[in-house]
């Protein structure tokens, strides 16, 4: 059998974050301001950021060096795995070669670290003492508490209700990193209160928890926010894993015909698939790209590409992306953290220039993928993540049929150890899909903000 494991050692590791940026054939369009739609420059953004992450977000620098400090803290688990999946291969017999790249073996268990870490340092660098936060499915909002526990920095969380209730683990290791969390929408805050006094069982979703965490931040001189998606600086600190891919792909003698990653607000998948966009671009590769996210959160393949905020209460700031309107209020699906009502600026771009694709997935063949993944490859996976392999396994298949040997490549962005209550109703029957209907999210898009800028 050929090799399994494909390991770089700590002098491999990325230097330099990617900046697609630098080699977009079009620019992105730029950010407006929630109350005046004016493009905003670097002054509106510093009540919530610090300045060098503000610098990052605009910049067209196509590499950008990791601080020392955050390199220090990253060894702590990179460079991480790349996995040749054989036994799922032979599981499926298919010709094809499946890889995927393991973010579980981070602290927090996921790949969320490799933003949160950088972010917490050059907010401590800015002389901040105190940070905000959403969370979905908790990932983030626990990843955020490891950076901000190396940094000492204080941290509040607003964690997503329903994955409050369903995910308390995650809420205990916040906890246990010194980090404060609450349900949103929670009494803290006008917006948390508006959304309960219309709805006392608010399920919560990631754009009204990032109006609770903003409201909270930006009028205190000591505290920022820090967002765990969707900003370009965010899918830049993430290109590590794709870097570091590049590298283990020519290790293993391949290189990808497909890149795959899941997609809610695009860390992740822009962290894999920004790399391999890069060769695309400028080396002549032709590797396909797939995006791929819950049918019942599609923002990319039923959203509309427009400004729109960032949140529900229209606090942040307005973005060219698709999406599904502010106001989307997702069912309550395992996978919290696919749960956002729009898409990462950079993503939308490339997908709305056709250098990406996408598709939708519902909840239960993706669980269908997760249990088999973990009965061949041993790896119990998060509900997010199985989005990814039940497209990596689709591919397979279809090579099975067509006889095609291609190579896979997939992003697996977290283990699953703190989801087995989805696992249990997955394997007891009492989980559903969820297919967000078309007049629904034609309603939700009626609350657009009129900019002059389309």
């Known amino acids: 059998m050929d090799r399994t494991k494909f390991l770089l050692n700590e002098k491999e590791m990325p230097t330099a974050w990617y900046n697609i940026q630098a080699d977009l054939p079009t620019p992105l369009a ?14 509106d953004l ?43 291969e032979k599981a499926l017999q298919t010709p094809a070669k499946i890889f995927y790249k393991y973010e579980g073996s981070s602290p927090a268990g996921s790949h969320k670290p490799n933003t949160a870490v950088p972010q917490a340092y050059y907010n401590k660098k800015e002389g901040i003492k105190r940070l905000t936060t959403e969370t979905g499915a908790g990932q983030w909002g626990s990843s955020m508490a490891f950076a901000c526990s190396q940094f000492g920095i204080d941290l509040k969380v607003y964690m997503v209700k329903v994955s409050y209730q369903q995910k308390p683990y995650r809420r205990m290791m916040m906890e246990t990193w010194g980090a404060q969390c609450v349900p949103s929408p929670s009494p803290d805050t006008e ?11 608010n399920p919560g979703s990631l754009g009204l928890a990032i109006s609770e965490a903003v409201e909270d931040a930006a009028p205190r001189a000591d505290s920022h926010y820090a967002l765990g998606s969707v900003l370009n600086h965010v899918l830049m600190h993430q290109t590590v894993i794709g870097l570091e891919s590049l590298k283990q792909m020519e290790m293993a003698g391949e290189y990808p015909d497909v890149v795959i990653g899941c997609v809610g607000g695009g860390s992740n ?17 032709k590797t396909r790209i797939m995006a791929v996210e819950p049918s019942s959160c599609p923002s990319l393949t039923k959203g509309t590409f427009a400004f729109d905020y960032g949140d529900v209460a229209g606090m942040a700031p307005i973005a060219k992306m698709f999406t599904l309107g502010r106001k989307f209020m997702p069912p309550p699906v395992h996978a919290g953290g ?46 997010e ?16 049929e067509s006889g095609e040997k291609k190579v896979i490549l997939f992003n697996h962005s977290g283990h699953g150890h703190f989801d087995m209550a989805a696992y249990d109703a997955y394997l007891s029957g009492k989980l559903a899909d969820f297919e967000y209907p078309a ?16």
Request: net charge positive; charged share 20%; hydrophobic share 40%.
């Open 30 to 43: 730029p950010y407006l301001h929630p109350g005046t739609k004016e493009p905003l420059g670097p002054a």
């Open 439 to 454: 007049e629904m999210v034609k309603e939700a898009l009626k609350d657009l903000p009129q900019c002059i800028l389309r």
């Open 385 to 400: 993540t199985n989005h990814a392999i039940r497209a990596a396994i689709d591919e397979a298949i279809k090579c099975r």
């Open 46 to 88: 510093a009540p919530l950021f610090p300045m060098e992450l503000i610098m990052q977000e605009v910049s067209k620098e196509r590499y950008i060096d990791v601080p020392g400090a955050v390199i220090d803290i990253y060894r702590s688990w990179r460079p991480t795995t790349l996995y040749r999946a054989h036994r799922l």
């Open 338 to 383: 696919l749960r956002y009502h729009g898409m990462a600026p950079i993503v939308s771009h490339l997908y709305k220039s056709g250098l990406i694709e996408a598709k939708a997935v519902p909840q239960l063949p993706t669980f269908e993928a997760g249990i088999q993944f973990a009965r061949t490859e041993g790896f119990i996976s998060a509900p």
């Open 269 to 285: 998948f822009g962290g894999m698939a920004l790399p391999f966009v890069h060769q695309n671009l400028t080396a002549g590769k």
């Open 191 to 201: 917006s948390g209160r508006a959304a309960l006094a219309e709805d006392p069982n």
